[in-house]
């Protein structure tokens, strides 16, 4: 996992960091162009990234709320899966749904909250993710 150990903290500076970078024109890391390519197909996401004020806000679904930091997260760990095919299969899954949707961030968007779900009932039951059951959830969609 590419942003594995880091805090809450760590992993939005990552984002400003990269997203500074861009900007001003200056060389982007891999990582970084993974991260300025998410941004920047968000650009409802610019202000928050650009606004350290931003990082008081505390995003909850219970409020109705999306999380941009979670959102641009799950983008960037199913463009991962997709790229290693893991859990085999999911490439195609994706290829498939962007395909039926003209796009593959469209298509990205149909998975995420499969993705989420899978991680937090890891999470709630404190064991690693089922990739055989997100996979068939992720196949549902098609």
């Known amino acids: 996992m590419i942003f594995a150990g880091q805090s809450r903290d760590q992993l939005r500076e990552t984002y400003r960091g990269a997203w500074r970078r861009f900007k001003q024109a200056h060389t982007l890391s891999p990582l970084d162009k993974q991260v300025v390519a998410v941004i920047s197909e968000h650009p409802e996401y610019h202000v928050i990234v650009e606004s350290a004020a931003a990082d008081l806000a505390n995003y909850s679904p219970r ?4 999380n941009p930091w979670l959102h641009m997260g799950l983008h960037l760990a199913i463009r991962e899966q ?19 949707h003209s796009d593959r961030h469209e298509a990205e968007h149909r998975m995420l909250e499969t993705l989420a779900e ?12 089922d990739e055989l059951a997100y996979l068939e959830k992720l196949r549902q969609l098609i």
């Open 63 to 66: 409020g109705g709320q999306l």
């Open 82 to 100: 997709v790229a290693t095919n893991r859990p085999a299969g999911i490439a195609e899954v994706h290829a498939k749904l962007a395909q039926r």
């Open 118 to 129: 899978a991680l937090w009932e890891a999470q709630r039951s404190n064991r690693a993710p």
